[in-house]
Nanobody
């Protein structure tokens, strides 16, 4: 089992920045692919980004490329999501995920989920 706890969400104006953190604990979290999904009210859960266990491979949704950066610190079992140039359409609950394998946008394939953190971008 892997436990995930997100932090860092909040309210920010359009064009601003936020950094989300996801602290992992449990069964060898450093060996897992980790990533972020988001879900806005009335919309489906959406893939945002993911990172391989080594950090050598990163994946981004087209909607966030060039604005968001994922990174990880395996010594701290923590994944970070740096979000810059935020837009109102980035408003959503952001979920940290972990799995033994990268499964792209297929959210149902990720075994472990955090409780979510709210990000609100005002215009």
């Amino acid at each position: 089992q892997v436990q995930l706890v997100e932090s860092g969400g909040g309210l920010v104006q359009a064009g601003g920045s936020l950094r989300l953190s996801c602290a992992a604990s449990g069964r060898t979290p450093s060996s897992y692919v980790m990533g972020w999904f988001r879900q806005a009210p009335g919309k489906e859960r959406e893939f945002v980004t993911a990172i391989s266990w080594s950090g050598g491979n990163t994946y981004y949704a087209d909607s966030v490329k060039g604005r968001f950066t994922i990174s990880r610190d395996n010594a701290k079992n923590t994944v970070y999501l740096q979000m810059n140039s935020l837009k109102p359409e980035d408003t959503a609950v952001y979920y940290c995920v972990a799995d033994a394998h990268y499964s792209g946008t297929y959210y149902w394939e990720y075994d472990y989920w955090g409780q979510g953190t709210q990000v609100t971008v005002s215009s």
